[in-house]
C-alpha cells in the first residue's frame, strides 16, 4: 500500500495558505486523528526529539485544545485554541495561537475532509492577521514539519485500518 502523497500548498489570497493532502483512509479516520487527544499525541509527537508533553482537544463548538512539544534543550513550544465550528466527520475550524507568538496574532484555521472512494482529501486553509505574518509563517520550515508528521499519520491511519 501507498501512503498518502506530499503536500500541496497555495496561496489565495494574501494572508491565507492552502495545505492540501491524500490520505489512504476514509474521512472518520482522518477526522478521529485530528480530534481525539491519544491519536492526535501518536503522530502530532514531535520530530528530531522533541516530545508531545501536553495534548488536549475538546471537539465541540466552544471547546479548547492545547497543544506543547519540549525540545531537547528544554524548551517549551506551545499552542492553544477554541474550536469555532465543528461537524462531525467534514469540518473542523478554530482560532489559535502561538505561546511565542511568531505568526503576529491569532490565525483562524479550517480543516474540510471530503473522500472518494476510500481516500481523503484534508484541505487546511489557515487565515493569518496580515501578510507579513503568513509569509514570516512561508519562511520557516513549516512544509516540512507537516509533511513529517503527516507521514507519521499515514502510519496510524494504517494502523487504524488493519
Known amino acids: ?13 494574501d494572508n491565507q495558505i492552502v ?6 483512509a476514509p474521512r472518520h479516520l482522518v477526522f478521529a486523528c485530528y480530534t481525539q ?3 492526535i499525541r501518536r503522530w502530532l ?3 528530531e526529539g522533541w516530545i508531545m508533553t501536553v495534548c488536549e482537544f475538546d471537539a465541540r463548538v466552544g471547546g479548547k485544545y492545547r497543544y506543547e512539544w519540549k525540545a531537547p534543550s528544554g524548551y517549551v513550544m506551545g499552542m492553544g485554541g477554541v474550536v469555532t465550528a465543528i461537524e462531525p466527520v467534514s469540518h473542523v475550524a478554530s482560532a489559535e495561537l502561538f505561546d511565542d507568538d511568531w505568526t503576529g496574532g491569532e490565525t483562524v484555521s479550517t480543516l474540510d475532509f471530503d473522500e472518494e472512494s476510500g481516500r481523503t482529501t484534508l484541505v487546511n486553509t489557515i487565515t493569518y ?12 520550515p ?3 514539519g507537516m509533511e513529517f508528521g503527516y507521514k507519521k499519520l499515514d502510519q496510524v491511519l494504517a494502523e487504524q485500518q488493519r
Open 1 to 13: 500500500m501507498t501512503f498518502g502523497g506530499p503536500l500541496t500548498i497555495t496561496l489565495p489570497a
Open 19 to 24: 495545505i492540501t493532502r491524500q490520505f489512504d
Open 37 to 39: 487527544p491519544a491519536l
Open 45 to 47: 509527537n514531535g520530530a
Open 129 to 140: 492577521s496580515s501578510k507579513e505574518a503568513r509569509d514570516g509563517a512561508l519562511a520557516t
Open 142 to 144: 513549516m512544509a516540512e
